[in-house]
């Protein structure tokens, strides 16, 4: 089967989880899900407890989410760079004005999760039985949902594995 090729500009929107924003997801099965989001207030993020949570900012100014005590603060500010967080945590995002970001979330204990942002032409494997694998260009945003090795050109990419746990 070849690579599933999946437009950005042919997601569909939803709402949040807490209705308080709105996204796109790229793909999802069960236990895990890649998609993107706006930010485009202050608010706080869904309660998705026993999760764990990969952010990666893709445009505007950033922002920042404070969590309960004792976690610290996750403060985003250059993109394309992947911040991961327990999805259980209570966080409130600050922006400094509106973010449109990448998320990838996996169930804990089902599945764990991997986001690597690419910048130079890289070989990616065939995917092990049992995975899934995207490629999302930072530019166009548009996605692969891989089936087999492929070399990386449009760049910069992010390269997100999802895996289940045994």
Known sequence: MPHEPLTFATRPLSRWVNGAGRKADIDS?????????????????SDLSGQDRTITLLDGPGFTLDFAPPH????????????????????YCHILGPCLVLNAIT?????????????QPTRLPPQSAGTAAFLVDLTTRDALRLDGAIETCNLPAAYILFTPVV
């Open 107 to 119: 169930t804990r204990g089902q599945w764990r999760h991997d986001v690597r942002i690419l910048t």
């Open 29 to 45: 099965g069960p236990g895990w899900m890649v998609g993107f989001a706006w930010l485009d207030t202050d608010a706080p993020f």
């Open 72 to 91: 610290p603060a996750l403060p985003v500010r250059s993109p394309h760079v992947p911040g991961r967080f327990d999805g259980g945590w209570p966080a």
